[in-house]
């Protein structure tokens, strides 16, 4: 009779371990997904702050270029506060979308690293109560 405790015993710590392993896998899988979207969200702001530069770009040439054709020199003071003032403004806008995405990358990677945790944790905790059901049993 002790031998069908222990063919049952086995049976269900095998399928126990394979559980556990399954879902420390996943998590591995969950954080390497959430790494991903880390990653594409930071190009993805790279690309947006490229964009965003170039457009700026375009726009501080054609203000020079309307100054100069009004007549107005670049070099006068208030040109040059404004094209100074309009540069800052330009660079803050695309330091907060930099800033942005990184914050984005930053909080998809810790949900993943969050996700493998509760996974490993999950998978001991199997582990444990195999062992304290083993020690029932015999």
């Not at 049952?8 to 556990?20: F, K, R, T």
């Not at 995405?101 to 490993?120: C, D, M, P, V």
């Amino acid at each position: 009779m002790a031998w069908v405790a222990y063919a049952a015993y086995s049976i269900m710590a095998g399928a126990a371990v394979y559980g556990a392993s399954e879902t420390a896998k996943a998590g591995r899988e969950a954080r390497d997904i959430a790494n991903e979207n880390a990653a594409r969200e930071r190009a993805e702001a790279a690309e947006a702050a490229r964009k965003l530069k170039k457009s700026q770009d375009q726009i501080l040439s054609e203000t020079r270029a309307r100054a100069a054709a009004s007549g107005v020199s670049a070099e006068s003071a208030t040109v040059s506060t404004y094209l100074t003032e309009m540069e800052k403004n330009f660079q803050d806008e695309q330091d907060w979308i930099k800033k942005s995405g990184a914050s984005a990358a930053a909080i998809q990677a810790k949900q993943g690293e969050y996700q493998q945790r509760l996974a490993s944790a999950s998978s001991w905790g199997t582990i444990s109560n195999l062992a304290g059901q083993a020690a029932s049993w015999f």
